[in-house]
């Protein structure tokens, strides 16, 4: 069965670092999102991405934030100085069509110290 | 704003036990409502959903109604397995029909012992 894979499963890094965080939507798929929980509290919307641009981004998106779609299949997203307070769960998803079912990544587990 | 609160976990039960998780929502307009499920190591699947008032989602035995008068969607199933340990989470979409944007509740993690 199709399945959104996401890499890595789990990251440490240091406050101000880079971090990349990979997504392989499901092949077909056209619209593509990530989502973000902290520790104990709720899943958040961060982006979505469609036709290779955001289409829609929360507050949380800031100018540290970026998405991009390098080669067609992966769909990654970028912190670029990480602080504490992003240490969290980040769950990619895609679907196909706009109303479609949302298919969620396994989530990659960001802890910055 | 939309907002999805649901029970605070985690919740345990036995074998065989009734489950019933409970999911108050507050949104403008008519939003679609969701159950999400997340398997130890997996990631987070559709469980059950249900697109206007008077609805009734249901999967894998468990069921949730939507209830637009108590603006709530509570998850409920007769007869829990084991195998039914997971967190759980109620989501709605702001637009009828469609699931862009979701805003979800906290989770709740259900442990089933045998």
């Known amino acids: 069965e199709p399945e959104v894979t996401q890499t890595p499963s789990h990251q440490v890094t240091q406050m101000g670092q880079e971090v990349i965080l990979r997504c392989v939507p499901i092949?077909?798929?056209?619209?593509f999102y990530w989502y973000r929980q902290i520790l104990g509290q709720k899943v958040e919307f961060l982006v979505s991405?469609?036709?290779?641009?955001?289409?829609?981004k929360s507050e949380i998106f800031d100018d540290q934030f970026s998405v991009e779609r390098p080669d067609g299949s992966n769909f990654t997203l970028k912190i670029r100085s990480t602080k504490l307070e992003d240490s969290a769960m980040y769950f990619c998803?895609?679907?196909?069509?706009?109303?479609?079912?949302?298919?969620f990544g396994e989530g990659s587990r960001l802890t910055v110290l | 704003g939309n907002s999805v609160t649901q029970m605070e976990g985690p919740v345990t039960l036995s074998e065989e036990a009734f489950l019933t998780i409970n999911c108050t929502y507050t949104?403008?307009?008519?939003?679609?409502l969701f159950w999400y499920v997340q398997y130890p190591g997996e990631g987070l699947q559709l469980l059950l959903k249900?697109?206007?008032?008077?609805d009734k989602g249901s999967n894998k035995g468990f069921e949730a109604t939507y209830r637009k008068e108590t603006t709530s969607f509570h998850l409920e199933k007769g007869s829990v397995q084991v195998s039914d340990s997971a967190v759980y989470f109620c989501?709605?979409?702001?637009?009828?029909?469609?699931?862009?944007?979701?805003?979800f509740g906290k989770g709740t993690k259900l442990t089933v012992n045998p």
């Open positions: 998803a895609s679907r196909w069509r706009g109303t479609g079912e949302l298919f």
């Open positions: 092949s077909n798929h056209l619209y």
């Open positions: 991405f469609y036709n290779n641009e955001i289409s829609e």
């Open positions: 949104a403008t307009g008519y939003p679609s």
């Open positions: 249900a697109t206007k008032a008077d």
């Open positions: 989501a709605l979409s702001p637009t009828q029909g469609g699931s862009e944007k979701l805003v």
